[in-house]
């Protein structure tokens, strides 16, 4: 299945909920998240997809 | 065989209907343009980002966004996307085209006299005003245009809804025995639902509002015009929702490379809606003092029993999707997902639609719960909850049909689909911010229907986050969705624009994978829902009003009101009807 952009674009957008509910999850475990932390994962998710895309996204070498 | 473009175009096959379909979304997106620009100015107000307006006026703008979006956008654009499908499944024309204009006509100019009293509050010394919210009842009062306006709106709906049982009419003088087709009985079930709703507001503004506003009577019973908008307010919600049920069902799965899973299923749906929206306006009044407990639990079972239908959507909906994707060649057990169309802001939109929709029907649960709705009610909570309903699972299942079915009424090709994908995934991820996060503030206490909460100084756990957090959030969401409006409205002018394209988009919609013929026949028979439909509120409110009616000091008001109790109630209604009966009785002998 090719790695499109519209593919990247919809995964982005269900980060999204999934990082701003991240602190309710952890603040279960009785483990307090700052704002900063919760920003600093969501970066880490677009820059290893950023990362994804580039290999094998659209317009890439490699076979996907 | 070579089809030509008049094969395909609705345009081609129904010019008229075609340009009614255009006049109604155009009124429709100019509101959506105004309400949204509202809709920025209140969530950077609130959150003191920005402030444009004086604190005073934050009800006008308010009434504006809740008017325009919530009545004038989604009905507008909901009659439009009903005309196309009922010209569309008969295959006919409608009967009369001056008719059809007539309604266009008084829906147009009512919902002009309205925005006019509403914003007539923003002009100084015109001494008009309607910041009465979109909810309207007494004691706020408006501008008696205010209510003449909203009359002649609905009695637009009702002339809208007649045009479509006429066709109706004309296709069953030639169709004897036939099943209804689906597009149309869902159009049918939908307006008998909104004739037996609107008659609560009809009665209100007609008999109480107008002559109130207008000075012709002195007071109003308040408790009873909350009741009767709330009798109207609930069912409202299943008008905007059915038409964006209709396109899942009836697009979605085509746009998704399938085909409806099963048609009986639908039906059964549409049904339970017609039956169960209506009995349960009460649940909107958990906090009304004079309306007794016992009526407050009745609501909310009713309302607990129409999570089902809502259910049995999710099914239908999810299981047509993954039909289409695996004929598109998708494989696993989650995997199937990356083989649907993405790309495809139509399919994309009125997907995440869905998944917003589902978090919607989460909080509205705890909305429908007597003991917890205490919880959040009147907190920000609830506009977090219904702009996830009404505001997206709608709203934007609204948008994006429009990129499919704008290019079937202009004939011409969607300006640009990019645009339009990037627009349906901001508006997801605008609404996830500023929902998520007036849900949060509504836990934390923060009331809705407020230009300046005081809440600098509390400190919350972090899993809720701080005030200023909240905040941020809000403005940035609301920032996002405004600019989502404003490309969707971009990449609809350029495609009304556009050249005329041979096959502007393919608008063949596929057979059901189930389709009429298995299910039972009655379920065709309207005459008997509409009554069972009747039924059920005549049990539902009879009780409740005559309670009010009675304990709120008679029909205008005046008296002192008194705590209600079932047997108050029943009391009430026993002698009433035992003296009425002795009169008859007196006039006999
Ligand atoms: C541009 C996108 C939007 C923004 C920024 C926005 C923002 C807001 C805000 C901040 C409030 C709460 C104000 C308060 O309680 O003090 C509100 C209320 C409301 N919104 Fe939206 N909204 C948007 C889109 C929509 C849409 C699409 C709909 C419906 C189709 C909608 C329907 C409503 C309604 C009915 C209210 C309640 C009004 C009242 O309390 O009387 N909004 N909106
Ligand atoms: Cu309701």
């Known amino acids: ?64 | 065989m070579a089809t030509t473009r008049s094969d395909r175009a609705f345009v081609d096959k129904f010019p008229h209907e075609a340009a009614i379909v255009k006049a109604t979304f155009l009124v429709a997106f100019v509101a959506l343009g105004i309400g949204a620009f509202f809709g920025l100015i209140q969530a950077l107000h609130r959150t003191n980002v920005l402030r444009v307006i004086e604190s005073a006026d934050y009800y006008t703008m308010l009434t504006g966004h809740g008017v325009l979006l919530a009545i004038v956008f989604t009905i507008f654009f909901l009659c439009g996307v009903f005309h196309w499908a009922v010209a569309r499944s008969l295959n006919r024309p409608a009967e009369s085209r001056l008719f059809s204009w007539a309604w266009v006509g008084l829906m147009t100019t009512g919902t002009v006299l309205t925005t006019v009293a509403i914003l007539g509050g923003l002009v100084p010394n015109l001494g008009m005003s309607a910041d009465v919210l979109f909810t309207f009842y007494a004691p706020l009062q408006a501008h008696p245009l205010f209510y003449i306006g909203l009359a002649m709106f609905i009695v637009g709906t009702w002339l809208a809804g007649a045009d479509w049982f006429l066709s109706y009419r004309a296709w069953r003088a030639n169709n004897s025995g036939e099943r209804i087709p689906l597009q149309t009985f869902m159009v049918l079930t939908t307006m008998i639902m909104w004739y037996v709703s609107t008659i609560g507001v009809a009665v209100s503004v007609v008999f109480f509002l107008i002559p109130w506003s207008l000075g012709l009577i002195e007071s109003v019973n308040p408790l009873l015009t909350r009741t009767l908008f709330w009798y109207f307010g609930h069912p409202i919600v299943y008008f905007w929702l059915m038409p964006a049920y209709l396109m899942w069902y009836t697009v979605l799965p085509k746009l998704a490379g399938g085909r409806l899973f099963s048609d009986p299923l639908a039906r059964v749906v549409f049904l339970l809606f017609l039956l169960l929206s209506t009995p349960v306006g009460i649940h909107h009044q958990y906090l009304d003092p004079g309306i007794a407990e016992g009526f407050k639990f009745i609501a909310m079972t009713n309302t607990m029993f129409l999570l089902l239908p809502s259910l049995l959507t999710a099914f239908t909906v999810v299981a047509s999707m993954e039909h289409g994707a695996r004929q598109r060649g998708g494989k696993g057990y989650v995997r199937w997902l990356g083989a649907l169309p993405w790309r495809d802001p139509a399919f994309t939109g009125m997907a995440l639609a869905g998944a917003m929709f589902a978090a919607g029907g989460f909080s509205g649960m705890i909305n429908a719960g007597m003991n917890i709705n205490y919880l959040i009610h009147n907190t920000l909570w609830v506009p977090g909850h219904f702009h996830l309903t009404v505001g997206t699972a709608v709203a934007l299942t609204m948008m994006a049909g429009s990129y499919w079915l704008v290019p079937q009424v202009t004939g011409t090709k969607l300006y640009s689909r990019p645009i339009g994908l990037l627009q349906v995934i901001m508006w997801f991820v605008g609404m996830v911010f500023m929902s998520n996060a007036m849900h949060r503030a509504g836990l934390a206490g923060i009331p809705r229907r407020t230009a300046e909460p005081q809440y600098q100084n509390f400190e919350f756990l972090t899993p809720i986050g701080s005030i200023f957090e909240l905040r941020v959030q809000i403005a940035l969401g609301g920032t996002l969705l405004f600019l989502s409006v404003v490309l969707f409205l971009f990449n609809i002018l350029l495609t009304s624009l556009g050249d005329e394209s041979d096959r502007p988009v393919d608008a063949a919609l596929p057979e059901p994978l189930s389709g009429p013929e298995g299910s039972p026949r009655i379920l065709d028979n309207l005459a008997m829902w509409t009554g069972i439909a009747a039924l059920l509120v005549i049990l539902a409110y009879t009780l409740p009003l005559a309670g009010i009616i009675q304990n709120g000091g008679g029909l205008f008001g005046g008296g002192l009101p008194v705590p209600a109790t079932l047997s108050a109630g029943l009391d009430f209604v026993v002698v009433t009807v035992s003296s009425a009966f002795n009169t008859l009785l007196g006039v006999i002998a």
């Open chain 1, 1 to 64: 299945m090719k790695f499109t952009k519209a593919r990247a674009l919809v995964l982005i957008a269900f980060s999204v909920p999934l990082a701003i509910e991240l602190r309710t999850v952890a603040g279960f475990f009785n483990v307090e998240l700052p704002l900063i932390a919760v920003a600093v994962i969501e970066f880490l998710f677009l820059a290893l997809l950023f990362v994804l895309y580039g290999l094998y996204g659209e317009g890439s070498e490699s076979p996907a």
